[in-house]
């Protein structure tokens, strides 16, 4: 990869693709389904795989519940570092290529970005959904991620119900570890200067 154009190019690539299939596959899975048990799943794989909607006012996997808020704030927080990752990578060296793994450690903080703005979006409540249940919550904004992808093994495992954004959340943090650990050392020794011959 050369120059920060070229650097910039490839992680708001990866983060748009990744944003703009996120919501999209949420929208038409409600659009198909509505709200969590208006209609019955989708089953793509019999005891394994099926497509069902679900409301999570919490974080991955359903943590956290009902701070919803505070993973938003949580977000910006991210998206700034993220920016900031991204810059320097992009600068170093002045946009002469200064690692092989650099295009991966762009297109995953890309690929971070997509799933946080994914879900950043259902946070805020942007889709204008209201809660049909319970009673009491009834008409009230939904502030929740939409979540689809269930995949569940009867007696084995049943994974909390999930997105696109939380796959690519995972799978970039995957990649910028895996970099991380292809990433040469550095020795001090390697940087210090020669020593001084003797007269």
Not at 57 to 86: D, H, K, P, R, W
Not at 88 to 98: D, E, N, V
Not at 164 to 169: C, E, I, K, P, T
Request: net charge neutral; aromatic share 8%; proline share 8%.
């Amino acid at each position: 990869m050369r120059g920060p154009r070229a650097g910039w190019l490839l992680f708001l690539t990866a983060a748009v693709v990744a944003t703009a299939s996120d919501l999209l596959t949420k929208s038409w899975i409600f659009e198909r389904l509505g709200m969590p048990g208006d209609q019955p799943a989708i089953v793509l794989i019999p005891g394994m795989l099926a497509l069902r909607t679900n409301l999570n006012e919490g974080a991955l996997f359903g943590m956290g519940q009902g701070l919803g808020l505070v993973f938003a704030g949580i977000s910006f927080v991210a998206l700034a570092g993220i920016g900031l990752m991204t810059s320097r990578i992009c600068s170093q060296g002045s946009g002469s290529p200064t690692s092989k793994t650099d295009p991966w450690s762009l297109a995953a903080l890309g690929l971070i970005t997509g799933g946080i703005l994914g879900n950043l979006y259902d946070r805020l409540g942007l889709p204008k959904l209201t809660w049909h249940a319970p009673p009491d919550r009834f008409g009230e904004p939904v502030r929740a991620v939409r979540d689809w992808i269930h995949f569940a093994i009867e007696g084995v495992i049943d994974w909390p119900i999930f997105n696109l954004a939380d796959s690519y959340l995972v799978v970039g943090a995957g990649i910028l570890v895996v970099v991380s650990l292809l990433q040469p050392r550095t020795d001090d020794s390697d940087t210090a200067p020669p020593p001084r011959a003797s007269t």
